[in-house]
Structures are given as C-alpha cells and as structure tokens.
C-alpha cells in the first residue's frame, strides 16, 4: 500500500549544495589570503602604480576572505532546511502514515468485531423464519450499525488528526524554507535589487543559464559599485567601462540619427561621469579624439538652437576636457603618456566622428570646438602648455604677418562655425561663449609659470608683438575693434609675470629659464625701440624688475663686473646679469607709468637706502686690533659704489622719457583742475625721490603706485608753487647724477685690470697695504674688534666646488690664474669665469684692504665713493 | 595614474602577474559551482522552492556579482603588472576552463 502522506524534497540535493557552497566558501578564503599576500613578495616593485596595484590585491583579497563566513551561512541555513526535511522523510511523514495505516486497520477491525457479532448473535436464530426474528435481527443490526458508526467516526478523527499534522509539518518545512532563503540572501557581501531578482526569475533563469536577454552588468551597477566603492581600481575599471558604454551609444546615436541631438539620457551619464577621471578615459578613448570634436559640436548645436539644456551641457563638457586632460595612459613602451597629448590635438576634428559633417571642411585641429571649454582653469600644464603652444604657432604663421596672413587657415581662432554651416562667424560676440577664442589660450598660458616662461622662450616674437599693441584686436589697445574683448592684454601680461618671477617663486631651480625669458624680452625690446608695452603688460613688468631676483640682478649688474656686453648670465647668486643697457630698457619701458614709476622710484631709493646703511656700516678702520674705530668710507668704496650706480641708473631711466611720464600723469589727474600743474609737482616730486632716496618716507616704502602718486598729490596741494620751484633745481641734479664715469661701462674693465695688477702684486707681498677694520653688520651700539685684512686673492679661492655635470663636472672657485711655477699673475677674465668664481672674486673685491685700494686707484670708484658720501 | 618609474624584478613580476591572472579567470569560473549549487538548492527544497527561491535567486546574482567584480579587479591587476600606469580597460583575463580555485 502507498504511503498517504509524502513530501517532494531532496536532502541529496540539498546536501550535495551544501558541499559546493561550503567548498567556494574555503577556497575563497585560502585564495583571497594568498592574494592579500603575494605584494609581499614583491616588495622591490615600487612605484605609485605599482602601490595601487598593491592596494588593489589586497582590497580584493580582503573581500575574498570576507567572503567565507557568508558562504558559512548559507551552508548552516541549507543545512537546518536540509535536517528539517530530513527529519520530515524519515521520521514525521513515516509516522504519519503509519498512524494512518493503523487507523485504517483499527477501523476494519472494528467493522469486522460488529459484523461478527452481529452474526453470533443472530446465530440462534438462523433456522428461524425471518417473520419471527424480524425484532431480534433490527434490534441487532442496530448495534452493529452503531459499532460501524463509532469506528467510521473515530477513523475520521484519527485521520483529520493526522492530516492537521502533516499540514503543520509542511507548514514547518515551508517555513524552513523560508527562513533558510531568507538566510541566504542575506548572506551577500552586498544585495542585489529586489526586482533584478524578481526578473530573474520571472525570465525562468537558473543557476547556469540567465533568462534570455539578461545582463548581470546591466543591472548591477549599484551592487558593484557598492562592493568596489569609489576609488578601487575595480571601480575605477567599472566607470571606463560606463564611459566606453556610452561613447558607444553616442557613436550609434550620430550614426542612426545625424540630424537630430542627442537624447537628453545620454547627455545626463555624460553629466554623471564629467569629472570622474576613469569615466572620462573610457570615454574618450573609445570616442577618439574626433569623436569629441563630435561632442563639442552637438554643445554648439545646442547653443545655436537656443536649448534650455545648452548652457548645462557646455559645463559638462567643460569639465570632461578638463577632467581628461589630466588623464595618463600606457604609452606602449614601458611608460606613459597624456591621453589628450598633440596626436589628440592634431585629431581634433568632428568629421572622422560624423562624415556627414563633412563639406568641404578641412580635417586639423578646430580650435574653435576646443578652446571656448577652457574659458576656466583647471586644465593640466601639459595640456595647457600644448593648446598655447598651438595657438601662437598658428598665429605666427598665419596672421601675425600681414604679408603671409592666411584668414582660412587662422579663421578658426576667430569665432565658432558648427552648427551654422562652415562659414566662420569672425566678429562674434565676444560675450559668446563660441565668440573669438584665440585670447582664451593666453589666459591659460599664464595658469603655469612653466608653460608662460616657454612661451615666453618658444614664442617671444609673437608674445611681445601682442603685448606692444601691434594686433589691436586682440590687446584691446588703440584701434581695437569694438567686437573684440579688451582682455588678452591681461592674459600677456600674465605670461610675462609667470613666465619669470612666478617660475623663480614656484621653482628657484628654474631661474635659469626665467632670466634666459627676462632677458629675451629684454633683447626684443632693445631691438624695437619704438615698440611700447600696453598697460596691464607695463605693470607686469613692473612686477618683475621689483622681484627680489631680478632688483638684485640689476644691481649686481650694475655693481659687479660681471654683466655681458649682450644676452644674460643667470647667476645663482646675482640673478640675471645684464648689459646696463637692457636693464635700462626694461626700466624705461617700466616708468613710461606714472604708478610704475613711483613703485619703482620708492623700491629703487628704498635699497639704494639700505645698501649705503650697510656700507656705512661696514666704513671704519683701525691702527691696529685694539685701536679706536675711525670712520673710513675707502674701506666700504665699492659697497658704496655700487648703490651710487644704482642711484644713477635711476636717475638716467626716470629722466629718459619725462614728457612721456608728465603728459601720463595730467591723464591720470584729468579730474584734477589744476591736472598740469599737479602733474608737474607730482614729477618733482619723484625727481626730488629719485636724487635723495633719503627723502622718501617709510609708509611708502612697497605700496602700490596710486598711494605713492596720491600722496604726492596731496603734498602739492598744500604748496604748490613751493614744489614746482623745485623741478628745474632737481631735474638738474637728476641729471648730473646720472652723468660721468659712474655710468661708462668701462669703469669694470678699469676694476679689473687694476685687480689683476694687484692680485700679481699681493702674491709677491707688495700691493694693498693691510688694514684693520670693521666686517660688514657692524652694530655701532656693540663695536667688534676690528679684523685685519691684507687683501691676499688667495685666501678667498679654493673654499667651495660644485659638481655639475658636462665636460667640466666638477668647478671651483679658484678666480686666478697661475703660470708654470704656481705663482699668480693675475685674475681670470670675467667673462670666462663661472658662477663660484664670480662669488669668491666679489668677496676678494670687497676685502675692505682692497676697496680701499680701488679707490684710491680708480677714479670711477672714488667719485661713487665721494657721490655716495654727500 | 602616476607615471612614476617601474621599479622590480621583472622575474618576481612575471611570476605575480601570472598568479593574479589565474586567480581572475579562477574567480569568473567559480560561477559554475555556484550556479550549481544554486540549481541543487532549488531542486533539493522540491515542493519548497518557491518558499527560497527568492532568497537564493539573491544570494545567486549578489555572489555572481561579487565574484565578477574580484575577477574584474584581479584581471586589471594582472594585465597592469609591468605597466607605468593601471590599464582599467583590461578586465578580460584570457578565459581558461582548467583554472579553478
């Protein structure tokens, strides 16, 4: 007989899944422990790449070995459902049936205990007539009836009884079940949606076959973001992935739907993924550099038809250049490379992406899809540094010249095409985000002193042309055209300030390559005397002539003999060395300004100050080592001649150009109604500044020009007749200062020979007489004792050498030379000595034995010297 | 990615490399265990298995998932070793049916 009660489950199987759970569970775990340890063998692998790839192993094979107590959970859970159901195979449901079997048996027994009773007692009257048993055999079968009754009642009630608890071992087991799905999806690293499960199975998927059309990537996002986070090389690989997947579409999209734009979700994961730099990567390189060209005319197509979404898209797009501009990708040769690099920018061009753009167009770099992305900064240097390297190429060689000027092949620069068909909009708004956009790659350049200073090296002529207002509508200078923004010459004047004094601030170990830029605009300005620099360009150098380098190198180029008849030495300890002419140059270029000539009056007379303080500091001399101090300004001479050449030196720039300078000033007081005659007194003013440094106050001292020219404003106010009295008497003297020996360059070539005499003369003991006197600092409150000095060369050589490379690694400075017997005949030539040769021999001119002899043998000298002292 | 230099022997490089792209492709061929697994589950809770299905179609795609995403990490890994910067478009390790975990 068939059992009645049964369950369809198979503990097997469910022992069976037990096994491969528990089994990937161990192996996760042994796996992810010998992943999390193999970047331990390999600790000489270093690197920031190879760090994060170390990071990565880790992180996954801590997430493998996170794995196993959840796969511990689901074999406990399946193996509570499995004991569940087996308890029910092998114990409940037999029990049932046999309780079932019983309760039939009991109620066949019972019907057969009535049947035969019902006969035994009918069995007296079996040879009876039924007339005459009738009563008994009715009486009889009652009972029977009863019994049989009794017992269908009772099997009924077993059998309900039986079944109520089978129902509730089913009920059990479902319940098991229940408790053990729930267990399992709970035992995840991270869940996954519940309707992606639901479509699952809907679809009928099983454990080795996904319903049709489902994709585990698709609709798991969330879940792998979830289990890789933001920042793991896993997630970073899901993002190029989402990139890739939607260049892909974008591509479809053009291909299927060339005159439409595109959909408003594709441009929404564009907005998602604009600054996450794996997204921009996958993006980028799968799209190409043509396919976002392509891009940029869909946001100029937008713009062009007015679309709410455009001004939106444009940010997004902005963002994803300036996002993938910082990307690196694998060269193919052991290193790396930008992505966006000048292979990118020469293919920067929409109609690979889109033939149907094609017409006639050419196939190069379309500033015009590029540069209106980059209005802000942000951008990487070497993507910033290739986009202004391009742009003032393009304009050397296609406009700046008016004989070889090219409009088709410059026309790009000039304002935006897409979307209008390809003729170009050449006076655009300049408002206009797609308006002209050649000033935009100067903005940039001045983002990194690195890429201004190789402008500045790479690209002079063009940057100087510019910044002297010869291409009006780009620097907003005189004749610009209205349509034009009045703002390259700002940009310019950055690339001037950054190329120089930002590269010495941001990297004192590339002054060499600002002071080679200073010094070629120098030379460009030198060669073009009539050429002037436009306002906020003026102020930019301005800028960089009062930068501690360069103030310093123009003294020393006039204070020491080391400043080239041309061209510029960058002395690490002198700063750029300069022909007195280029510095006066610059200068006089500078004070065109009346605010730069007051910041540059005040900063002048401000260190020709302190430098005569220090000489006269340093002015005292001694009999002997215990003698009274005697003021002795021979001993400082050279100190003091060279703030007297400063002094003069400003004297000749500020009277260089004075029309200039007074018709500036009555522009800038146009308001006042005395503006000539205050002009007047305001240039007395700095004349008076100029030849007394002494006069100028201290609150003066680093402020900025219209402060210093307000004050003097001021000043002439209360007297100014007093003060324009003045101008002739002080102009006079500003003159004779800036006249004499002092100024001839040649006076070096006197110091020199004179030291070369005296170099020979101190080695054979004859020479500088010794002296004793005070070092520089001296403290007039706290007199040291005085040290003697006999102005021996030999004593300042031989103290320091620098290694540095080439066919003469190592350098000393050794300043003298020798004949064959080691005896000294005189000193090297300057201009063949290096930069510790030029420290020692200064340090040898300044011995105060030697000043002293200076002045008594050099007339130049001696006049600064008695200057100096008035 | 930075560009820094490689710094390595390139013998324990290859070795590494070779190990973490085994375990890639270890890991996407766990898949077939589980799916396994899965199918024993739903077939051994007989009448029951609507009672589970749910909860075991989660833990199913939630370990597909996550065994994806380590294979995924370990293949970009693997193909990045020996590279001066991370190639995040390696995911595919080359597929092999005798690598198991």
Known sequence: MSDHFSIDASPTDLSAAERVLGEIGRQLSDEGGKLAGL????????????????????????????STPHFETATTALATFRTAVEEATTDTIPGLNKQWGDAITEHQNAVGA??????DRMSPYRNMPDEDTRGVRGSSAATRDTAVTDADEALTTSQRSLTR?????????????????????????????????????????????????????????????????????TGQADDYAAGR???????????????ERMPPDLREELAAGATNPAFVQGLMVTAGSSGMARLSVEAARLHNDRDPDADEFFTVLADIYRTGSHVRVDDGEGGSRYLMDEDWLNA?????????????????????????????????????????????????????????????????????????????VAHADPDDPWGPNFQIALDRAGDYPTVANSMLLRHRDAVMYLATGND??????????????????????????????????????????????????AEWLQRNGDAHLVDPVNGALTDVLLHERYLNGMANSLGTPFAPDSGVISDPAYGPLMSRDAWARLHQEAMRDPDNAARVVTTLGDWINRTNADAQSAGYSANGPGGPLTQDPSVSALDRFRAEAVRSFLAGNLTADLDVLQSELERGLADNENAKETAKGVLTTLLGYATDPTSIKDDLIGKGGEFIIGTAVDAVATDPQAITDRYQPTLDALNTLSTGPIVDPSVW???????????????????????????????????????????????YVGHTSDYVGGNQPVITDDFLEYDDAGHVTGVKEVDTMNHLQRSAYMSWLQDPAVQRYLNQADHAVQEARERAGR | MSSDPIKADYGTLGELQRQVLDLGIALDNTRQPLGRGYDQVLSGAGQFADHLSTGATAFLLAWQTALDTMSDGSSVVGNSIGKSVVDLAAVDATYSSDIVL
């Not at chain 1, 600790?43 to 990565?56: F, H, I, Q, R």
Request: charged fraction near 25%.
């Open chain 1, 472 to 521: 009006p509508p780009w620097t907003g200078g005189e004749g610009a055209g209205v349509d034009y923004p009045d703002r390259a010459g700002g940009a310019l004047a950055d690339i001037l300030r950054q190329g120089t004094i930002g590269l010495v601030d941001q990297d004192p170990r590339q002054a060499v390559n600002a002071d080679v830029a200073a010094g070629t605009v």
């Open chain 1, 165 to 233: 608890e089978y129902d509730q071992c089913v009920s059990d087991l479902q319940q098991a079940a229940r408790a053990c799905g729930q267990a399992l999806a709970g035992a995840v690293l991270a869940a996954v949606p519940a309707e992606v499960v639901s479509d699952y199975l809907a679809g009928g998927g099983t454990g080795t076959r996904p319903p049709s059309g489902f994709d585990l990537d698709d609709v798991t996002t969330a879940t792998r973001q979830t289990l890789t986070g933001d920042t793991s090389i």
């Open chain 1, 245 to 259: 997947r939607t260049a892909e579409q974008a591509a479809q999209w053009w291909k299927d739907h060339p005159h």
């Open chain 1, 749 to 795: 070539d006197d110091v020199n020979t004179t030291a070369t005499t005296l170099a020979k003369d101190e080695a054979r003991g004859t020479g500088a007489d010794d002296i004793w006197a005070v070092q520089p600092g001296y403290d007039a409150g706290n007199p040291p004792r005085p040290t003697a000095y006999d102005g021996d060369p030999r004593s």
């Open chain 1, 39 to 66: 970047p331990g063998q390999a600790g000489d692998w270093t690197g920031s790449t190879a760090v994060a790839l170390k990071g990565e192993m880790t992180r996954v094979g801590g997430q493998m070995t996170a």
């Open chain 1, 114 to 119: 009535a049947n035969r009773a019902h006969a």
């Open chain 1, 348 to 424: 920067f061009n929409p109609i690979a992406a889109d033939p149907e753009l094609e017409d006639g167009e050419e196939r190069s770099y379309r500033p015009d899809l590029l540069l209106p992305f980059m209005r802000e900064p942000g951008f990487s240097e070497n993507f910033t540094g290739l986009v202004a390297d391009r742009a003032l190429s393009d304009y050397e060689k296609h406009w700046m010249n008016e004989d070889t000027r090219d409009f088709t092949k410059f026309q790009h620069y000039l304002g935006n095409c897409a979307g209008q068909g390809w003729g170009c």
